[in-house]
């Protein structure tokens, strides 16, 4: 029987030795057996992460752990849903009806005891509403991921809000130790996604 592996993109099947993905034309970054089996196991697993610092797939691994053993930069610009999806899957969140935003972190202190960061390191993240929690991805100065994530459990947050203010939505997450807060832009040209999950947010959150 012919080997197989999983686009690191779409998650459908193809051959083992294939350089690029016949069904969407991606192209397959996995340089080694180790990385490629991460990334089949990841694609496979239905499971998504249900505590902040773990997930329900049995690894008592923070999400700052994963990220550490993978190059975001394999994973492109951050601003574009495929890769966010392939960066979100390949860290084994493989839900397909989260919410993602590209929004700007201006009220961070209580994040770092919330999301377990250390300093904080990016103020621009893309925003997943997952199942169990918001799954923070860090970009860059080039809008590309850095590696700098974070995850918070619904169970730590007490309000999530989200206001319209001009070409923007604020985003207000609140708990115990203190408030989080966010500017979403309402619009991106050319990432149709921004608007219409910002849209859905408005409708959960207002």
Same mark, same amino acid.
């Given at each position: 029987m012919e080997e197989t592996k999983f686009c690191v993109n779409c998650g459908k099947r193809i051959n #083992?030795?294939? =350089?690029?993905?016949q069904y969407c034309g991606h192209q397959q970054t996995v340089v080694n057996e180790t %990385?490629? =089996?991460?990334v089949n196991d990841a #694609? $496979?697993?239905d499971k998504n992460v249900s505590e902040p610092a773990s997930t329900d797939q049995g690894s008592d691994r923070s999400i700052t752990e994963i990220a550490s *053993?993978? %190059?975001?930069?394999r994973f492109g610009n951050g601003l574009k849903l495929e890769n966010i999806n392939a960066y979100r899957n390949r860290l084994g969140f493989n839900s397909t009806d !989260?919410?993602?935003v590209y929004g700007y972190f201006f009220s961070t202190a209580a994040l770092i005891t919330l999301g377990g960061l250390v300093g904080f390191a990016s103020k621009h993240y893309i925003i997943s509403f997952e199942h169990d929690g918001v799954l923070l991805l860090g970009? @860059? /100065?080039? %809008?590309?991921? &850095? @590696? #700098? &994530?974070s995850f918070i459990n619904f169970s730590d947050i007490s309000s999530i809000k989200l206001s319209s203010f001009g070409s =923007?939505?604020?985003?207000? $997450? @609140? !708990? !115990? +130790? @203190? *408030?989080? #807060?966010? +500017?979403? $832009? +309402? /619009?991106m040209l050319g990432r149709p996604w921004q608007a219409q999950n910002a849209k859905k947010l408005a409708k959960l959150y207002r």
């Open positions: #083992k030795s294939a =350089n690029f993905c %990385d490629r =089996n991460a #694609k $496979v697993s *053993e993978i %190059d975001p930069t !989260s919410i993602c970009l @860059g /100065m080039t %809008d590309h991921f &850095n @590696g #700098k &994530n =923007n939505y604020h985003l207000t $997450v @609140g !708990s !115990s +130790k @203190g *408030e989080i #807060k966010a +500017k979403i $832009v +309402k /619009m």
